[in-house]
T-cell receptor, first 117, second 112 residues
Framework: EAGVAQSPRYKIIEKRQSVAFWCNPISGHATLYWYQQILGQGPKLLIQFQNNGVVDDSQLPKDRFSAERLKGVDSTLKIQPAKLEDSAVYLC???????????????FGSGTRLTVV | DQQVKQNSPSLSVQEGRISILNCDYTNSMFDYFLWYKKYPAEGPTFLISISSIKDKNEDGRFTVFLNKSAKHLSLHIVPSQPGDSAVYFCAASFINDYKLSFGAGTTVTVRA
């Protein structure tokens, strides 16, 4: 099966500019996640979608970050305006969820490395 | 508030020997624990998981042990191979939302 597709792979922007990332999850995966991974840290959840609805965006800095999931499939994450501390890898993941004692885990994309200068 | 902690940022092991990676968590209500492996410039890939109702799960060279009373889990890799050199992340989630909380990762280097 095809994996989770993300683009672009790399992006360099100046602070206060805007940037958008795109994600296409695995077909049939209802749940989609965006994670931010700062160098030397583990991934941190930004937002979780179930189909095209937001389940949890409590960790999303809503003054500058926004995300949507179109028709319950593709998703975009936008930052406007960017700050230096937004430099990180942005990971998209999708999941089938789980059943009882078994959790299928996530499938991650390769990520977008954002550098804000 | 970091609920999952990996206190060893790096581990170096000789090829053929055992690698032991440790992970501690603070929330006793976690239902699932997972290990992910990450190579440079790639996304994390799922390695092995364990439910909170079990204390051990094996998959080939990889075994995860869960000690709920100590809120501790470990990943054993036996024998270690050069291709195992990567960053390993421990993660935990609840049964009702499957959102993963990750540790900071441990970089494993397998020496020939």
């Amino acid at each position: 099966e095809a994996g989770v597709a993300q683009s672009p792979r790399y992006k360099i922007i100046e602070k206060r500019q805007s940037v958008a990332f795109w994600c296409n999850p695995i077909s049939g995966h209802a749940t989609l996640y965006w994670y931010q991974q700062i160098l030397g840290q583990g991934p941190k959840l930004l937002i979780q979608f179930q189909n095209n609805g937001v389940v949890d965006d409590s960790q999303l800095p809503k003054d500058r970050f926004s995300a949507e999931r179109l028709k319950g499939v593709d998703s975009t994450l936008k930052i406007q305006p960017a700050k230096l501390e937004d430099s990180a890898v942005y990971l998209c993941a999708s999941s089938l969820g789980g059943t009882g004692e078994f959790f299928y885990g996530y499938t991650f994309g390769s990520g977008t490395r954002l550098t804000v200068v | 508030d970091q609920q999952v902690k990996q206190n060893s940022p790096s581990l170096s092991v000789q090829e053929g020997r055992i690698s032991i990676l440790n992970c501690d968590y603070t929330n006793s209500m976690f239902d699932y624990f997972l290990w992910y492996k990450k190579y440079p410039a790639e996304g994390p890939t799922f390695l092995i998981s364990i439910s909170s109702i079990k204390d051990k799960n094996e998959d080939g060279r990889f075994t995860v042990f869960l000690n709920k009373s100590a809120k501790h889990l470990s990943l054993h890799i036996v024998p270690s191979q050069p291709g195992d050199s990567a960053v390993y992340f421990c993660a935990a989630s609840f049964i009702n939302d499957y959102k993963l909380s990750f540790g900071a990762g441990t970089t494993v280097t397998v020496r020939a």
